[in-house]
């Protein structure tokens, strides 16, 4: 791009026009001091190639992330201050593109059980399922001693990459009752991957092979034999019953009622 002046001086509204930046951004700059004063003999305020130089300068410094203040302090700025200016917004920008990697997972995660579920794919099995770190806060087997708060707090911080976890104990489930214990719940690849520090007393589960079963519920806090009749028939065919757990992976708005998409499991 090739910028001509071909008088010293011009007023404000040709200057916006020529450097395509508007006048009152220019007056900004220069109400600010950002610009050299050059006014003419009638005290009006003259603009020349010197003043879209350092414009241009000033748009560029900015684009890179520059705030005023630190406009304001670029005279005083050296090489070395410079590098150091840089080096900052680099581990910054490194920083959101993390976080933005973070929420990409996440989308693909999750984009994969919205499907499933569009496609009526009921049945999923994990050769390898991930390992799991889990805290149940509410349950008629949740008692206040139980619950690790400092764990509690982290996990709901953290949200979306933790998830709500759902139990439904061994006990309920041979009394005829099925009970839903509920908390939170994170996978171990998420956990490293945000560096979380959790306490060792934690619940955890390490990689195993599962069956899950999708349901779409309205009342996700108590289910009924015959709903968990698939999960039990396996469990009495392959060693007996024990606590079925899952998660919600989302909801959906279905008129005026939302909805639970909602995984059990079982181990294979």
């Known amino acids: 791009m090739i910028i001509c002046f071909n008088i010293a001086g011009m007023k404000i509204k040709e200057f916006a026009k020529r450097t395509g930046i508007s006048e009152s951004n220019i007056r900004y700059y220069d109400d600010i001091c950002l610009l050299k004063e050059n ?11 010197s003043d879209a130089i350092d414009l241009y300068r000033i748009k560029m410094l900015r684009s890179y992330g ?12 050296q090489k070395e201050d410079l590098s ?5 917004n680099i581990e910054k920008l490194n920083k959101e593109i993390d976080i933005l990697n973070k929420k990409l997972n ?16 009921k049945t999923k099995v994990f050769e390898d399922f991930y390992g799991q770190y889990i805290v149940y806060t ?42 839903v214990t509920i908390g939170y719940g994170i996978l171990d690849i998420n956990r490293e991957l945000l560096q979380l520090d959790l306490s060792e007393s934690m619940t955890y589960i390490g990689r195993h092979s599962l069956i899950q079963y999708m349901f779409e519920k309205e009342d996700v806090t108590s289910f009924t034999m015959e709903e968990l009749k698939p999960l039990i028939d396996y469990m009495v065919n392959h060693g007996g019953i024990e606590d079925i757990t899952g998660r919600i992976y989302f ?14 499991a079982i181990n294979k």
Do not use: C, H
């Open 106 to 121: 996440r989308y693909m995660t999750i984009k994969s059980y919205v499907d499933d579920t569009v496609s009526k794919n």
């Open 39 to 49: 006014r003419s003999e009638n005290n009006y305020r003259d603009f020349d190639k």
């Open 251 to 264: 909801s959906y708005q279905d008129k005026n009622k939302v909805v639970y998409s909602v995984g059990l």
């Open 138 to 179: 509410f349950g008629d087997d949740v008692s206040q001693d139980s619950i690790n708060y400092k764990d509690v707090k982290i996990l709901s911080d953290n949200m979306p990459y933790t998830y709500t976890a759902i139990k439904i104990p061994k006990e309920s489930i041979l009394n005829n009752k099925p009970s």
């Open 66 to 77: 520059m705030s005023i203040g630190e406009l304001k302090e670029r005279e005083k700025m």
């Open 84 to 88: 150091l200016w840089i080096d900052g």
